[in-house]
């Protein structure tokens, strides 16, 4: 971002003082034009300096409010520590100015002379709006799940379950159990839940849930393939008419070009009716479980609906 972004809804109004005014004069200057910083400007209109708000009121407590002899030159920034900005320069390259030398205004010119100052203040302020919007638009991107909006819907399918006299169960893999978690905070889902198999491991998922070894080998643990004899396994194996399996990659290691991290396949199964779905998450770890929960619940909620 160029110094003009920061200025260019600034007052054009630029105002400046002699060396030799005194601070008592500074002060009036200060109150009357409410700003916090003045350009010090030798007859030849050279900048030698700023003196600021802050500079003004320290000797005024200093010197027990006898400032009216005290003059600019004498409290203003030193030449060593001043530095000048241009409307094309970078506020990041900027600001790394400032602080080393540790000031907090700026004056900005260009080829006709003086266009504004610059406080570290607006500097910060630019900075953070600028890294803001992109926060923004990374929390805009990543789906926002409701916890309460989870239990409503895993109240649902316990109740369209009861209705149905079927039962449900879960095999879970990147999820951890979360499924099953949320489904059994439901009261009286005893009556319709049987049961859930976590199954990180590929062992798991063949002499547990009858995952052929050659669709392990072929497509990865990860892959559609496995989700659907994942369910279908975990449907078979504890006898139940409804089943949810999920297998993907959390992160925040894990990763590949061919399968990043955030992807996730669920698959739902419903008195013999199979879907599976692929879907790629955004956020961190717990986002992406916790995005995968809410999902694999809507998916076999419109399933069972």
Partial sequence: MKVRCVIENKEKAI????????????????????????????PEAEILGIVTERDVTRITWEKRGNIADIKVCEAMTPAKYLTTATLEDDITDVMAVMTKKGVRHVPIVDDAGLSGIMSITEVVKALYENVSEDIQLMRTNRKKVSILSMKEKAKEITELLKEKNWKLATAESCTGGLISSTVTEVSGVSDVFAGAVVSYSNDIKESTLNVSSETLDKFGAVS??????????????????????????????????????????????????????????????????????????????????
């Fill in 224 to 305: 559609k393939a496995v989700a659907e004899e994942m369910v279908r396994g975990v449907a078979k194996n504890l006898n139940v008419d409804t089943a949810i399996a999920v297998t993907g990659i959390a992160g925040p290691t894990g990763g590949s070009e061919d399968k990043p991290v955030g992807l996730v396949y669920i698959a739902t199964l419903v008195d013999g009716q199979l879907k599976v779905s692929e879907n790629i998450f955004g956020g961190d770890r717990r986002d992406v479980r916790m995005q995968t929960v809410e999902l694999a619940l809507s998916q076999l909620l419109e399933m069972l609906s």
């Fill in 15 to 42: 105002y400046c003082i002699h060396p030799e005014e005194t601070l008592f004069n500074c002060m009036k200057i200060f109150n009357s034009r409410h700003i916090r910083a003045l350009i010090v400007l030798s």
